[in-house]
């Protein structure tokens, strides 16, 4: 490794650290200069402000992602349920970034950046869901009766319309607390055994036949 990148690689840690503990906003070049024990002349020759450090944060992220995944979905040894469930957790580990006075500050003042964010989001989503239930439903994990289409997209609007930090600021819980319950939700259902087979012997008209009737699958005999 060159002087160079790892004096930008410097950079941007400290930066990084400084603007999620803080945000955007409060910090100053001449303050991530003074952390850094460098010059300001030597930090502007990298990076001629601090929106061009967020800029290469954020691209840096979504590399990071892309190159996790991709290992991740190339291991052939991995069991595929194990799988899914590392997919999820390791989503839900970088999501957790999303809360904080940096992602406050760029959707109040960089709402540009913070559009480019949600569409890296949503196209990733979009990409990897799609492939992953495919997969799923290949290997007799997931069920064939449910439009993968519809599924893909309720995950994926889910995420958008609670990951945010408006949302997350109001509740109690973390975007990597909200991934896994998503995940609950959707890959595990919210029913148990009992009301599986109970809310499959509903019928069109409301009512719900003997129970003696259905069988253990919730087919009606």
């Not at 691209?59 to 291991?75: G, M």
């Not at 540009?112 to 992953?132: A, P, Y």
């Not at 064939?144 to 997350?168: F, H, M, N, R």
């Not at 509740?171 to 919210?190: M, R, T």
Request: hydrophobic share 35%; net charge negative.
């Amino acid at each position: 490794m060159n002087e160079e990148k790892e004096i930008k690689e410097r950079i941007l840690h400290k930066a990084s650290e400084m603007f999620f503990q803080f945000g955007f906003l409060k910090e100053t070049m001449d303050e991530i200069a003074n952390k850094l024990g460098m010059s300001k002349k030597t930090l502007y020759k990298f990076y001629p402000g601090k929106e061009h450090i967020l800029r290469e944060l954020f691209h840096n992220v979504k590399c990071e992602i892309d190159d996790c995944i991709k290992e991740l979905w190339a291991d052939e040894s991995m069991d595929f349920v194990v799988k899914v469930k590392k997919l999820m957790n390791f989503i839900g580990t970088h999501s957790s970034k999303l809360r904080g006075p940096l992602m406050e500050d760029i959707q109040k003042y960089h709402p540009e950046m913070w559009e480019e964010i949600q569409e890296f989001r949503k196209q990733n989503s979009l990409k990897k869901f799609t492939v992953l239930i495919s997969e799923g439903i290949e290997k007799g994990v997931f069920r064939k009766d449910i439009d993968q289409s519809l599924i893909v997209l309720t995950y994926i609007y889910a995420i958008q319309g609670i990951v945010t930090p408006e949302v997350l600021s109001q509740i109690p819980f973390s975007s990597s607390q909200v991934f896994e319950s998503l995940g609950k939700i959707i890959f595990e259902g919210i029913l148990t055994e009992e009301g599986r087979i109970k809310y499959s012997s509903v019928h069109p008209d409301n009512h719900i036949v003997n129970e003696a009737s259905v069988n253990i699958e919730g087919e009606e005999k």
